[in-house]
């Protein structure tokens, strides 16, 4: 009896201690993660801006789980993949908010004209001869290998045969806003609004439940898109829920129009009074504004794409960007297509940006470093009001990640860190990107998308549009 008093006693202490020791235990297990970064200076663009030297990520599917030091990171995970990032820069994917991708194709075709000439004589009638569907594949396919080249994560994009952009943005692995673009002429794909517009609601219904592309309805802009059709754009969003996207306030040529069609008003007074504007607006351009129009689109919460590149080589003005950023508007940056910048090349539009409003404002303080490379992150996601998910690296949020080799020579040597992202790096000192948890570059080697039969594909089409040139 004694001994069966013993091992019950014994019983009970051992259900007692394992319990909490095997708890203990699994507290000391690492945990799992799918990828592990660490060993770079990691720029986090998070509400403290914080940067962590030596720093780490873990990432778990398509989110970032952990951030921290490198020493701390590896103590608390295991990972299938880990990469190194010693002495590199890790940050987040950078957002370009005003595309229009397919364009590539039409890299240098018309150059040095006023806009109004570059859209109307040279511009629309390319688009009106050669977009189709093959076309818009070809030129997004060598959009998106350029803009994944250059760190470039999340675009923002208006054109025609927009699901054809979706689906090869997808199978790419990118992140976008894309809409179809409504006009009221004949356009490549639709040849009246009202097609356009079903259309748009197809592609809106298809494209809505995506991880990666976030479907939006694009109607062009005031001067080429008559009020009832604005408003007709607008409802429809609204109806779905999605964001609206629209070139805006754009150039003289543009205030001038709706001047004279629209009982003296400006174009964002005009957009304003018919009840257009809302927060889930994406406003490209925005160059003819003072400071109660900028007052209107905060109220309103529209996000505002600013691409400095494109104004100036149209000659279409300076957009008021430091008064924006003072009044705490979403402001971020963007490229414009290829046809009218020449790239898709958001390290160039940061640079360009914070020279141009120094230049203008006669301020050498005004656009510093760190607010252009906020303008390419945090901000350009904003604008696209994507910022709880995308952005910045933070715990929880999408994991579009890139990492930047921070020893080429033209990065030698460094001072400062947001001084040397802005005004010394370059797209190909871009060497990893991650696009919601995947690999998307590896080392500078594309995974998803093939270099040498994109560049075969474009030159084919420059061939077929350079023999009929000749010809004419």
């Given at each position: 009896?004694?001994?069966?008093?013993?091992?019950?006693?014994?019983?009970?202490?051992?259900?007692?201690?394992?319990?909490?020791?095997l708890f203990a235990l699994h507290e000391r297990l690492p945990k799992t993660a799918d990828l592990l970064i660490i060993g770079g200076t990691v720029v986090t663009m998070d509400r403290d801006r914080r940067v962590i030297e030596n720093?780490?990520?873990?990432?778990?599917?398509?989110?970032?789980?952990?951030?921290?030091?490198?020493?701390?990171?590896?103590?608390?995970?295991?990972?299938?993949?880990?990469?190194?990032?010693?002495?590199?820069?890790?940050?987040?994917?950078?957002?370009?908010?005003?595309?229009?991708?397919?364009?590539?194709?039409?890299?240098?075709?018309?150059?040095?004209?006023?806009?109004?000439?570059?859209?109307?004589?040279?511009?629309?009638?390319?688009?009106?001869?050669?977009?189709?569907e093959e076309m818009v594949r070809v030129g997004t396919r060598l959009g998106l290998a350029e803009l994944v080249r250059g760190g470039t994560t999340t675009f923002n994009d208006m054109y025609y045969f927009e699901d054809a952009i979706a689906d090869e943005t997808r199978k790419?692995?990118?992140?976008?806003?894309?809409?179809?673009t409504l006009i009221d002429f004949p356009a490549p794909d639709n040849k009246t609004f009202d097609d356009a517009l079903r259309y748009t609601e197809w592609f809106v219904s298809k494209w809505k439940a995506s991880e990666l592309i976030y479907p939006a309805v694009a109607p062009h802009a005031p001067y080429t898109v008559s009020k009832e059709h604005l408003l007709a754009s607008k409802a429809l969003a609204d109806r779905y829920g999605v964001r609206v996207h629209i070139h805006l306030a754009e150039a003289n040529t543009e205030t001038e129009f709706i001047r004279q069609n629209h009982q003296g008003q400006r174009p964002i007074e005009f957009v304003e009074n018919i009840g257009f504007l809302g927060d889930k607006t994406i406003a490209a351009h925005v160059v003819q504004a003072d400071v109660s129009e900028l007052?209107?689109?905060?109220?309103?919460?529209?996000?505002?794409?600013?691409?400095?590149?494109?104004?100036?080589?149209?000659?279409?003005?300076?957009?008021?960007?430091?008064?924006?950023?003072?009044?705490?508007?979403?402001?971020?940056?963007?490229?414009?297509?290829?046809?009218?910048?020449?790239?898709?090349?958001?390290?160039?539009?940061?640079?360009?940006?914070a020279k141009l409003h120094k230049l203008y404002s006669g301020n050498p303080k005004a656009a510093s470093?760190?607010?252009?490379?906020?303008?390419?992150?945090?901000?350009?996601?904003?604008?696209?009001?994507?910022?709880?998910?995308?952005?910045?690296?933070?715990?929880?949020?999408?994991?579009?990640?890139?990492?930047?080799?921070?020893?080429s020579l033209n990065q030698t040597p460094m001072y400062n860190l947001y001084s040397h992202l802005v005004y010394a790096t370059k797209?190909?000192?871009?060497?990893?990107?991650?696009?919601?948890?995947?690999?998307?570059?590896?080392?500078?080697?594309?995974l998803t998308l093939n270099e040498d039969v994109i560049k075969k594909d474009a030159n084919l089409f420059r061939s077929k549009v350079s023999e009929d040139l000749k010809s004419h």
């Open positions: 009896m004694e001994s069966l008093r013993k091992s019950a006693l014994l019983l009970f202490a051992l259900n007692l201690v394992l319990p909490q020791s720093g780490a990520l873990a990432v778990t599917a398509d989110r970032i789980v952990a951030i921290g030091t490198s020493q701390h990171l590896k103590s608390e995970f295991s990972a299938k993949r880990v990469i190194d990032a010693g002495g590199r820069v890790v940050i987040p994917g950078l957002v370009n908010t005003h595309t229009h991708i397919p364009m590539t194709l039409f890299r240098g075709l018309a150059d040095d004209l006023d806009l109004q000439d570059w859209l109307t004589k040279h511009i629309f009638p390319a688009e009106a001869k050669y977009v189709n790419a692995g990118v992140r976008a806003v894309l809409g179809e007052e209107i689109l905060k109220r309103r919460g529209v996000g505002i794409a600013h691409n400095p590149q494109s104004n100036m080589k149209l000659a279409a003005g300076v957009a008021p960007v430091p008064k924006m950023i003072e009044l705490g508007l979403a402001v971020g940056l963007g490229t414009d297509g290829a046809a009218s910048n020449n790239d898709l090349d958001l390290w160039e539009e940061m640079d360009t940006a470093a760190k607010q252009m490379f906020e303008l390419a992150t945090i901000g350009g996601a904003r604008a696209l009001h994507l910022e709880s998910e995308i952005g910045s690296l933070e715990v929880g949020k999408r994991a579009d990640i890139v990492i930047v080799d921070f020893d797209a190909n000192n871009v060497r990893t990107v991650i696009i919601n948890g995947r690999l998307i570059m590896l080392d500078r080697k594309l």
